[in-house]
C-alpha cells in the first residue's frame, strides 16, 4: 500500500495527551476547557431532541442558526451577511479548513502556510494536491510577529490561497492595522485566496480589537472566514463551527462540503440558535480568559521559565533555557514522566528545524487545577 500522507503519525496533541493519561499527569497540552458549557445551553440541547430535532438538517446548516451568525457577524465586525448565501455551518473548524482547501486547492497550487501553524494544515494541502510552503513568523523579544516581507517573497503566479490563523494558535500574535495593509497590497498584486482561521477571535486581551477579514470588504471579498462554536461557548467535544465567505466562494465550498459530511448535528445547531437569539457572554469571553492568563502568569513568574505574556488564544507560550539545554521533544516526553504535566513543544508547528526552546501551555481550566499546575511548575 502507498500511502497518501508517508510522513505523517500521530498528531502531537494526541501524543501528549496519550502520554498524559498515561502517567496521570496535569494536562495542559491539549487546547480544551476542563469545565462545562452554559447550563442552559446543555438545557437547550435536550429540548430539541425532546422536539424532535433529530433527523438531518439541511446541508447547509440550520437557517436559524445561520441567521444568529449572520447578526452576530453584524455587531461584531460591521458586516451582515447574507445566512443563505454566505453561511455555512461545519463539524468543527477543522472540517472547515479541510473543505475549504478540497474545494479551492488544485494540484500543483502552492499555499502559503505561516509557521508556527496548526499541524493540520499541510497534510490537507497534500491531500488535495497542492503544495504547502512554509514561511516562518519573525521572531524578537520572546514575541513571534507577522514576516510580510518573507510572506512577498514566497508569493508568485503559483500561489493559489494564504492560509493565515489569527489570533495564532500557538503564539498568541494577532494583526495590527498595519498587517491588514500589507494583507491588502499583497491581493492587489497576487490574485489569490485568503482562508482566514480565526477560531480564537473573542479571546484577545489587554483591551486590544480583534480585525476580522470580515470588517474589510476588499479583504471579504477573496477570504473565506472560519469560526468556532467550541472554542467560544466552550463546548470543543460538540464539534461544530462555520465559515463565512462570498457567494461564488460559498457555492464550491458546498459542494465539497455535501459529499464530506452533508450537514452537522441537528439538535446542537438548533439549541446554539436558541441560545444566540439572547446570549452576548461572547462580549465577556476576553475578560474571562485573560483573568485566566493572568492567574496562571503570577505562577509562571515564580519558575524558571521565561515568557511574554500572551495577547490572545488560551495559549501561553514560555522559554525552558534556563531550565534544560535538551530539544523540546525530549524535554516534554520528561516534564511527563518526572513531573506529571503534560505540555506541548513548539517545533511540530514549524517544517524546519527551529533554535527557540518553547513550550505551549493551555490555561483554560479551571482556577483550582492552574493552582495546582502552578505548584508543579515552580518545582521544576
Known amino acids: 500500500m502507498i500511502s497518501k500522507l508517508p510522513q505523517t503519525g500521530d498528531s502531537i496533541f494526541s501524543v501528549m495527551t496519550r502520554l498524559a493519561n498515561q502517567h496521570q499527569a496535569i494536562n495542559l497540552a491539549q487546547g480544551f476547557p476542563d469545565f462545562d458549557p452554559d447550563p442552559r445551553l446543555q438545557q437547550l440541547v435536550s429540548k430539541a431532541m425532546a422536539e424532535s430535532k433529530n433527523q438531518y438538517a439541511p446541508m447547509p446548516g440550520l437557517l436559524a442558526l445561520r441567521e444568529q451568525i449572520a447578526n452576530k457577524t453584524a455587531r461584531c465586525y460591521g458586516y451582515l451577511p447574507d445566512a443563505d448565501q454566505n453561511i455555512t455551518v461545519t463539524a468543527g473548524a477543522t472540517q472547515a479548513l479541510f473543505t475549504a482547501l478540497q474545494a479551492f486547492v488544485h494540484p500543483g497550487d502552492e499555499v502559503l502556510l505561516i509557521d508556527p501553524a496548526y499541524d493540520a494544515y499541510a497534510p490537507s494541502v497534500v491531500l488535495a494536491g497542492g503544495i504547502p510552503v ?136 438548533q439549541a446554539y440558535a436558541w441560545f444566540m437569539e439572547t446570549d452576548r457572554s461572547y462580549e465577556t469571553l476576553p475578560l474571562f480568559y485573560q483573568q485566566k492568563r493572568d492567574l496562571f502568569l503570577t505562577h509562571l513568574s515564580e519558575s524558571r521559565f521565561t515568557f511574554t505574556p500572551t495577547p490572545a488564544t488560551y495559549f501561553q507560550l514560555a522559554d525552558y533555557s534556563d531550565i534544560h539545554s535538551t530539544e523540546d521533544l525530549e524535554f516534554t516526553r520528561t516534564l511527563v514522566a518526572t513531573h506529571k504535566l503534560s505540555l506541548i513543544p513548539v517545533s511540530p508547528f514549524f517544517e524546519d528545524k527551529i533554535v527557540h526552546k518553547l513550550v505551549r501551555f493551555c490555561f483554560a481550566k479551571s482556577d483550582h487545577l492552574l493552582q495546582q499546575a502552578g505548584e508543579v511548575i515552580c518545582g521544576i
Not at 492560509?163 to 500589507?182: R, V, W
Not at 465567505?245 to 459529499?259: G, N, S
Request: charged share 20%.
Open 134 to 269: 512554509h514561511v516562518p513568523m519573525g521572531f524578537s523579544e520572546g514575541s513571534f510577529f507577522f514576516d510580510w516581507e518573507a510572506i512577498a517573497k514566497a508569493m508568485n503566479p503559483r500561489t493559489r490561497l494564504l492560509l493565515l490563523n489569527h489570533p495564532n494558535n500557538p503564539a498568541g500574535t494577532i494583526l495590527e492595522p498595519a498587517d491588514i495593509s500589507k494583507i491588502t497590497e499583497l491581493m492587489q498584486k497576487f490574485p489569490f485566496l485568503l482562508l482566514s482561521d480565526e477560531v480564537y477571535e473573542h479571546m484577545v486581551f489587554d483591551n486590544k480589537p480583534f480585525l476580522s477579514m470580515l470588517c474589510y470588504e476588499r479583504l471579504r471579498q477573496r477570504s473565506i472566514v472560519v469560526s468556532s462554536f467550541g472554542k467560544t461557548y466552550h463546548t470543543t467535544g460538540w464539534k461544530l463551527g462555520y465559515i463565512v465567505a462570498p457567494e461564488a466562494l460559498t457555492i464550491e465550498f458546498r459542494k465539497v462540503h455535501q459529499f464530506n459530511v452533508f450537514s452537522v448535528s441537528t439538535p446542537m445547531q
